[in-house]
């Protein structure tokens, strides 16, 4: 039986030094994270999804974009991700989908893969890196694991990347599963940092309109689509 309480948490803000506000500019005519929230709650197996941001008031656009979605917002540090994670989890919360609000072509298909895969095999971490793309990654986790981690994890850098100490071999008594594609497609890049990735995206959403998945991106990439 399936864990009811699967929060997929996505983590935004504005103070991006690469691409300011990039959270907000337009992609297919709505902001970036309209399209992160609206193709997470997308995924069949997740119960919530939660946007947590940070206090900073430059955030609150976001907030408003959320709530007027009527998704859950929760406001905390600004670099102390970790603990931000750790704090937007509801009081039901056993698992946890973690997503970075970069990824507007995340695929809810990918996302229900790896909570099955999660499932299947018992596992307390479950990552489809490194062999999906950046952008369409997934990471689930059990609130227990976001929970001891915010307890004993103290470097700064951690805590700014949340699961970063779960791959940095300090960590052993843990079962982290990989779910890899059947080829590495690794190399293509679907998160937005830069202007490039934001063209690269909304060509995307172009040739795509907004429903689309990643054998659709794939067959983009393979004739040279964008």
């Known amino acids: 039986m399936l864990d009811l309480g699967i929060a997929a948490i996505v983590a935004a803000r504005m103070g991006s030094s690469r691409l300011p ?14 399209h992160v929230l609206d193709r997470v709650r997308q995924a069949k ?4 999804v939660v946007l947590a941001t940070s206090t900073d008031p430059r955030n609150q656009s976001l907030v408003e974009l959320a709530e007027n979605m009527s998704i859950r917002t929760y406001s905390g540090s600004e670099n102390d991700v970790l603990g931000r994670y750790v704090e937007a989890c509801a009081e039901n919360t056993n698992t946890v989908v973690r997503i970075t609000g970069d990824c507007p072509c995340i695929d809810p298909a990918v996302r229900d893969s790896a909570l099955a895969f999660f499932f299947a095999g018992d596992y307390d971490v479950v990552t489809n890196r490194p062999s999906y ?9 059990r609130v227990s694991v976001l929970r001891w981690m915010n307890q004993c994890v103290k470097n700064p850098k951690h805590r700014e990347h949340v699961t970063s100490f779960l791959y940095s071999g300090e960590v052993i008594e843990l079962s982290i599963g990989r779910m890899l594609h059947d080829y590495d497609i ?22 795509l309109g907004s429903t689309f998945c990643l054998e659709d991106i794939l067959a983009l990439e393979e004739i040279g689509g964008f």
Do not use: F
């Open 133 to 141: 793309p950046d952008g369409l990654d997934v990471e689930v986790l």
């Open 45 to 48: 197996l997740v119960t919530e």
């Open 21 to 34: 506000g990039k959270m907000m500019l337009d992609i297919a005519g709505k902001p970036m994270l309209w």
């Open 186 to 207: 690794s190399l293509l890049k679907l998160s937005v940092d830069t202007q490039e990735d934001l063209d690269r995206v909304r060509g995307v959403y172009e040739k």
